[in-house]
């Protein structure tokens, strides 16, 4: 009989544990070799662990429990050895995440959701009426209970409105399912610290400047379809705005540098970190050497990184090594904001919605597609002159893509 341990795998060095987000296989069933056992949330990306064999398994850790790196999750009996899916042993609810009023018998037979709610609550899926087929209990159900504890039930159905004086406040409680409560991610935690210890520890301001669309647009428009089908990708505004970014970082380089400890260190290369929103939250993978690439070769690593964000496959390496970042809430319809500086990176470039308006051109009142950009920067390395220097080569660039031809 061989039996083989599944454990969390090494992630990188700053990495020590995980939350174990979802399992997507169930206990007692036959896997396969490098079949998909679980999904790892930690606090810089999502992986997931596979099957080093073939056979039965058996699991040892709930969905949503917090797990070590080199924790062992499950076991897979060998399908040599014959062991049919019923003599699996049922899942285990570790004691890091169960609460003693949640039974195990109850928790073992919930879908993953229930349990990840009864582990975080402490609420027995026993307890719960079942409103799912032939009376299962429900993600639905559990959020319902969590949100009106038994115990404040009981009190105000026993409590006599008699009893209540006519003088005292009326106290209302909110009806079930208007509120739930869920642990953040680990994703979300590490979004957190990074944008409030981004705005506590740099000297943080923004520029803003408004740029003229036209001339990229009809760009766009003339030579759409040829783009497509040479390379196989569309021609977007992002390879536009990246080739200006990188003009304008080697016509300002201290834009092009970041503070460490009492050193500058000024970097002499353009990997530029992209914002993806994902379901998950916002990450900002690299895209490498944009100097090098042409407009087709940034379409397509943006294309590939951003895929690799939303189906969560992206890995450490893909974080590494940024040296200004370019967000884009204008696909979100944002008018303006104030980006916060990805660290330890000394700016950050917020795009935003394009929207015809009314400009004084050549003593002429015009309808222009405009959009307004916005740099954040920090302030301890950068002069508000390079600053705002930045931003008027980006929109030179922009408004006249022909400069990146000539370098001016």
């Given at each position: 009989?061989?039996?083989?341990?599944?454990?969390?795998?090494?992630l990188?060095?700053?990495?020590?544990?995980?939350?174990?987000?979802?399992?997507?296989?169930?206990?007692?069933?036959?896997?396969?070799?490098?079949?998909?056992?679980?999904?790892?949330?930690?606090?810089?990306?999502?992986?997931?662990?596979?099957?080093?064999a073939?056979?039965?398994?058996?699991?040892?850790?709930?969905?949503?429990?917090?797990v070590?790196?080199?924790?062992?999750?499950?076991?897979?009996?060998?399908?040599?050895?014959?062991?049919?899916?019923?003599?699996?042993?049922?899942?285990?609810?570790?004691?890091?995440?169960?609460?003693?009023?949640?039974?195990?018998a109850?928790?073992?037979?919930?879908?993953?959701?229930?349990?990840?709610?009864?582990?975080?609550?402490?609420?027995?899926?026993?307890?719960?009426?079942?409103?799912?087929?032939?009376?299962?209990?429900?993600?639905?159900?559990?959020?319902?209970?969590?949100?009106?504890?038994?115990?404040?039930?009981?009190?105000?159905?026993?409590?006599?409105?008699?009893?209540?004086?006519?003088?005292?406040?009326?106290?209302?409680?909110?009806?079930?399912g208007?509120?739930?409560?869920?642990?953040?991610?680990?994703?979300?935690?590490?979004?957190?610290?990074?944008?409030?210890?981004?705005?506590?520890?740099?000297?943080?301001?923004?520029?803003?400047?408004?740029?003229?669309?036209?001339?990229?647009?009809?760009?766009?428009?003339?030579?759409?379809?040829?783009?497509?089908?040479?390379?196989?990708?569309?021609l977007?505004?992002?390879?536009?705005?990246?080739?200006?970014?990188?003009?304008?970082?080697?016509?300002?380089?201290?834009?092009?540098a970041?503070?460490?400890?009492?050193?500058?260190?000024?970097?002499?290369?353009?990997?530029?970190?992209?914002?993806?929103s994902?379901?998950?939250?916002?990450v900002?993978?690299?895209?490498?050497e944009?100097?090098?690439?042409?407009?087709?070769?940034?379409?397509?690593?943006?294309?590939?990184?951003?895929?690799?964000a939303?189906d969560?496959?992206?890995?450490?390496?893909?974080?590494?090594?940024?040296?200004?970042?370019?967000?884009?809430?204008?696909?979100f319809?944002?008018?303006?904001?104030?980006?916060i500086?990805?660290?330890p990176?000394?700016?950050?470039?917020?795009?935003?919605?394009?929207?015809?308006r009314?400009?004084?051109?050549?003593?002429?009142?015009?309808?222009?597609p405009m959009?307004?950009?916005?740099?954040s920067?920090?302030h301890?390395?950068?002069?508000?002159?390079?600053?705002?220097?930045?931003?008027?080569?980006?929109?030179?660039?922009?408004?006249?893509?022909?400069?990146?031809?000539?370098?001016?």
């Open positions: 009989m061989s039996q083989i341990e599944v454990k969390i795998p090494p990188g060095e700053s990495i020590s544990s995980g939350v174990l987000a979802k399992w997507h296989i169930k206990n007692g069933d036959s896997v396969k070799k490098d079949q998909p056992l679980f999904e790892l949330e930690t606090d810089k990306i999502t992986s997931e662990g596979v099957a080093e073939a056979g039965v398994i058996t699991l040892k850790a709930a969905t949503g429990a917090e070590k790196i080199g924790e062992v999750v499950a076991t897979i009996e060998s399908a040599a050895t014959g062991v049919a899916p019923a003599a699996a042993a049922p899942v285990a609810a570790p004691a890091a995440v169960s609460a003693p009023e949640a039974t195990p109850a928790i073992a037979e919930a879908s993953p959701a229930v349990r990840r709610i009864a582990a975080d609550t402490g609420i027995d899926p026993a307890s719960v009426t079942g409103t799912g087929k032939a009376g299962r209990v429900t993600k639905g159900d559990m959020l319902a209970a969590a949100a009106t504890p038994k115990e404040v039930a009981a009190v105000i159905a026993a409590a006599p409105a008699a009893s209540v004086p006519s003088t005292a406040p009326v106290v209302s409680t909110p009806p079930a208007k509120k739930t409560r869920v642990k953040m991610t680990k994703l979300r935690q590490t979004i957190a610290k990074r944008l409030v210890a981004a705005q506590h520890e740099a000297a943080m301001l923004t520029t803003f400047n408004e740029v003229d669309m036209s001339a990229v647009m009809a760009l766009r428009a003339k030579y759409q379809d040829d783009f497509v089908k040479k390379n196989g990708v569309k977007g505004f992002m390879s536009f705005f990246t080739k200006a970014v990188v003009h304008a970082l080697k016509e300002v380089p201290a834009i092009n970041q503070l460490d400890g009492e050193e500058v260190v000024q970097h002499h290369y353009y990997d530029i970190s992209m914002a993806v994902t379901e998950k939250g916002l900002v993978p690299v895209v490498r944009c100097d090098k690439l042409d407009m087709a070769g940034i379409e397509k690593a943006i294309g590939e990184v951003a895929k690799k939303r969560g496959k992206l890995s450490l390496p893909d974080f590494e090594g940024g040296c200004f970042t370019i967000t884009n809430g204008g696909i319809g944002s008018m303006l904001s104030t980006p500086i990805n660290a990176q000394s700016a950050i470039l917020g795009l935003h919605a394009i929207n015809d009314p400009i004084a051109l050549n003593g002429q009142v015009v309808i222009r959009m307004y950009l916005a740099l920067y920090d301890r390395l950068v002069d508000g002159k390079e600053a705002v220097t930045f931003l008027l080569k980006v929109k030179q660039v922009i408004e006249d893509p022909a400069r990146l031809l000539i370098g001016a």
